[in-house]
Every structure is written in C-alpha cells, then in structure tokens.
C-alpha cells in the first residue's frame, strides 16, 4: 500500500502533463490549420485581382 501511495503523485503529475501537452498540440494544429486557410484565402484574392499599373518606382 505504501508503494501504491508513493506513485501515485508522480504518475497523477505525469498524467496531468500528457492531457497538458495534448490540449497544447492539438490547439497548435488546429491554429496552424485555420492560418493556412487563411493565407490560401488571401492568396487567391491577391492573384484573382492583379494591379492595373504597376506600383510606382518599379520598372515594367
């Protein structure tokens, strides 16, 4: 019993930061995810509408 109460800490605390680090990585994911759909999104509008005139000081 003594050796189940001198584990217990130790394996609650590792527990505690496995689901930590899985909450952490998902939400990583997922933030990643939604800023490469919005990139893509920003991209395509960018390349659907060229500029008229090039910007000025650049040459054609």
Same mark, same amino acid.
């Given at each position: ?21 899985? &909450?952490?990585?998902?939400?990583? $994911? %997922?933030?990643? =995810?939604?800023?490469?759909? &919005?990139?893509?999104?920003?991209? $395509? %509008?960018?390349? =659907? ?12």
């Amino acid at each position: 019993m003594d050796i189940v109460i001198a584990l217990a800490p130790p394996i609650g605390v590792g527990l505690l930061f496995y689901l930590l680090m899985r &909450i952490f990585l998902t939400a990583d $994911r %997922r933030e990643r =995810a939604a800023q490469a759909k &919005i990139d893509a999104e920003v991209e $395509r %509008r960018i390349n =659907a509408n060229p500029p008229a005139t090039p910007p000025p000081g650049r040459p054609e």
